[in-house]
């Protein structure tokens, strides 16, 4: 059984145009945001192995029984795909070449490389090009026994207090990247908004997917505990639908140990509720961001 574990993602948005080593190395090359489009220079080579492009694969062996991993790229043009993996060795990554394999596609054409089994803490992967290309996106799939999957359903809560600006642009980025997409996470996602100030009209976002409670103005705490049967939650962060999001693997498959009991909120143990939302934030940052 595949599932796709993290999407590439690209410098979207002027805040990012500035910050592209936070999605490949190397020269700055043009993204075309009118078509979703990375445009590789002819002779180039962009390196993927970055903050929001790694896989991390020591994370995800952890975490989950993940067997094996596979990567996808849609492509124009001529060039080489190398897949890399990194280990630490002493104080400064060790860098592997696990495979090469070259390209040529006159239209957009996909290609699909299985990363070997190798000790590799992360994996990522370059592109070298011969002619000018473009990468129209791509993502890592896991392999997995079809005896981990399970079903789960995500629920968010995030108070608000007079930031409606902030807050709706939160929310039509969740809705236009995950809930209306393809992706299987918008069956599993539902997202809750704890309204201490009463001033979002509950009309104009009320799904079957998203809903806004209007609260007294009871602060902070008092909005997340409202929501806190409805966890994980968020306060005063930007939504970004990023590559864990657009895919719900990590609590489909995760290892049993590391999943939250559902006595979590217990009387009898005050100290397990921080244990267990410790855990999962852990598991969360670890397997559904991969990150180092």
């Not at 690209?10 to 445009?39: H, S, V």
């Not at 704890?194 to 079957?208: A, K």
Request: hydrophobic letters at 35%; aromatic letters at 12%.
């Amino acid at each position: 059984m595949y599932l796709k574990l993290q999407n590439l993602l690209f410098p979207t948005g002027i805040k990012f145009e500035t910050q592209w080593n936070l999605f490949y190395r190397g020269e700055r090359m043009r993204y075309d945001a009118e078509q979703g489009i990375l445009c590789l220079p002819k002779y180039r080579v962009a390196d993927f192995m970055s903050y929001l492009n790694a896989f991390s694969s020591h994370k995800w062996k952890k975490y989950t029984n993940l067997q094996a991993v596979k990567l996808h790229l849609q492509l124009q043009g001529k060039g080489k795909v190398r897949l890399v993996g990194y280990t630490l060795d002493v104080h400064s990554p060790a860098k592997t070449v696990l495979a090469e394999q070259n390209y040529v596609f006159n239209e957009s054409g996909e290609i699909v490389m299985d990363y070997p089994a190798s000790d590799s803490a992360l994996l990522a992967f370059e592109v070298e090009t011969d002619s000018d290309c473009k990468l129209f996106g791509g993502w890592y799939e896991g392999c997995f026994a079809e005896t981990d999957h399970r079903e789960v359903n995500l629920s968010i809560a995030t108070t608000t207090f007079k930031k409606e600006e902030f807050i709706q642009s939160n929310l039509r980025l969740l809705q236009n990247e995950l809930l209306n997409s393809d992706d299987e996470i918008r069956n599993h996602l539902w997202i809750h908004v704890i309204d201490n100030g009463r001033t979002l009209v509950p009309e104009q976002w009320n799904s079957d997917k998203i809903t806004i409670h209007p609260n007294k103005n009871v602060g902070g705490a008092g909005g997340f505990t409202r929501g806190m049967p409805l966890f994980p939650s968020m306060d005063a962060v930007r939504a970004d639908p990023s590559p864990h999001t657009k895919a719900p693997a990590p609590l489909l498959i995760c290892k049993w140990k590391f999943t939250p009991e559902s006595k979590m909120l217990s009387p009898n143990r005050p100290y397990f509720s921080a244990c267990s939302i410790a855990i999962l934030s852990l598991f969360t940052e670890s397997g559904y961001s991969a990150r180092t």
